[in-house]
T-cell receptor, first 115, second 116 residues
Framework: QQQVKQSPQSLIVQKGGISIINCAYE??????FPWYQQFPGKGPALLIA?????SEKKEGRFTISFNKSAKQFSLHIMDSQPGDSATYFC??????????????FGQGTILTVHP | DAGITQSPRHKVTETGTPVTLRCHQT?????MYWYRQDPGHGLRLIHY???????DKGEVSDGYSVSRSKTEDFLLTLESATSSQTSVYFC???????????????FGPGTRLLVL
């Protein structure tokens, strides 16, 4: 059972364009939503994260938009650069308790930014 | 990769053989996780540990076992490898395990396993 659904599977954007990746979740107990970036041959690395008490979080060119009522969140990459070409994963977890920070990941989006 | 090493980095094995993957951390983090990454599935949690000798199953634990005898080492064993276990395996560590608002997991470089 896939509790976090991510789309699209792949995305091609021109340099300077906006990349948008969407995720939807089912478990209403999720209260932490990170995005991970993975380059070929490397492990994923935390890019940006959001909690449901805010609707948007921005760090440089990267913005997370969060819609709690729709149980959806998205990553926007402004002014996309060839160096942003990577695989992006959304994830979700329940903070604290006996969840021990276990992350549930989306299926991943392969982003290609053409020069 | 945040003081995390995985060994071996690549392995080819035959169906039916046992395989052990090692994750070693130098961060003294309490929480450790094993994930597998497959196309179309993202990363899926196999097992995790919330302390020395304290482990539990994730969503895809069948055919896998783990052990943690020291804070720094978390071993993943494929008891009898099958072709369906061909995958890339990632170890991750966390300082807080989700408490205190610091849920960041740091991932190792991965082990690419091929089961023939």
């Amino acid at each position: 059972q896939q509790q976090v659904k991510q789309s699209p599977q792949s995305l091609i954007v021109q340099k300077g364009g906006i990349s948008i990746i969407n995720c939807a979740y089912e478990n209403t107990a999720f209260d932490y939503f990170p995005w991970y970036q993975q380059f070929p041959g490397k492990g994923p690395a935390l890019l940006i994260a959001i909690r449901p008490d805010v609707s948007e979080k921005k760090e440089g060119r990267f913005t997370i938009s969060f819609n709690k009522s729709a149980k959806q969140f998205s990553l926007h990459i402004m002014d996309s650069q060839p160096g942003d070409s990577a695989t992006y994963f959304c994830a979700a977890s329940e903070a604290g308790g006996t969840s021990y920070g276990k992350l549930t990941f989306g299926q991943g989006t392969i982003l290609t930014v053409h020069p | 990769d945040a003081g995390i090493t995985q060994s071996p980095r690549h392995k080819v094995t035959e169906t039916g053989t046992p395989v052990t993957l090692r994750c070693h951390q130098t961060e003294n983090h309490r929480y450790m996780y094993w994930y597998r990454q497959d196309p179309g599935h993202g990363l899926r949690l196999i097992h995790y540990s919330y302390g020395v000798k304290d482990t539990d199953k994730g969503e895809v634990s069948d055919g896998y076992s783990v052990s943690r005898s020291k804070t720094e080492d978390f071993l993943l064993t494929l008891e009898s490898a099958t072709s369906s276990q061909t995958s890339v395996y990632f170890c991750a560590i966390s300082e807080s395990g989700g408490r205190g608002g610091r849920e960041t997991q740091y991932f190792g470089p991965g082990t690419r396993l091929l089961v023939l």
